[in-house]
């Protein structure tokens, strides 16, 4: 069974910066791509951003592109979001995900991953 767990967010003044961090429990998680998703209220899930297995490849929705970092590290099995100049219009729950399949390198689709987290609570101040 996979888990994930998101942790690090909080309440920040726009402009400032936070890092979110997502733990994977088993041992074949540094096999899959991993990704990031948020949630405004009243809004739909979307896509952040995402990394390949190694860490090598990123990608990033045009609103963070910039602004937000993905990393990872395997030996610890955690993924990093950081978030950079933060706007009082990134704040939302933020989820992260596991891909469904080895195949897909960078996905970009809620429907790609099949292991999520509980979400992170960011809240970004004017």
């Known amino acids: 069974q996979v888990q994930l767990v998101e942790s690090g967010g909080g309440l920040v003044q726009a402009g400032g910066s936070l890092r979110v961090s997502c733990a994977a429990s088993?041992?074949?998680?540094?096999?899959?791509?991993m990704g990031w998703f948020r949630q405004a209220p009243g809004k739909e899930r979307e896509f952040v951003g995402a990394?390949?297995?190694?860490?090598?490849?990123?990608y990033y929705a045009d609103s963070v592109k910039g602004r937000f970092t993905i990393s990872r590290d395997n030996a610890e099995n955690t993924m990093y979001l950081q978030m950079d100049s933060l706007k009082p219009e990134d704040t939302a729950v933020y989820y992260c995900?596991?891909?469904?399949?080895?195949?897909?390198?960078?996905?970009?689709?809620?429907?790609?991953?099949?292991?999520w987290g509980q979400g992170t609570q960011v809240t970004v101040s004017s």
């Open positions: 995900a596991r891909a469904r399949s080895v195949l897909v390198v960078i996905p970009t689709a809620a429907y790609d991953y099949d292991y």
């Open positions: 088993g041992r074949t998680s540094s096999r899959y791509s």
């Open positions: 990394i390949s297995r190694t860490g090598t490849s990123t």
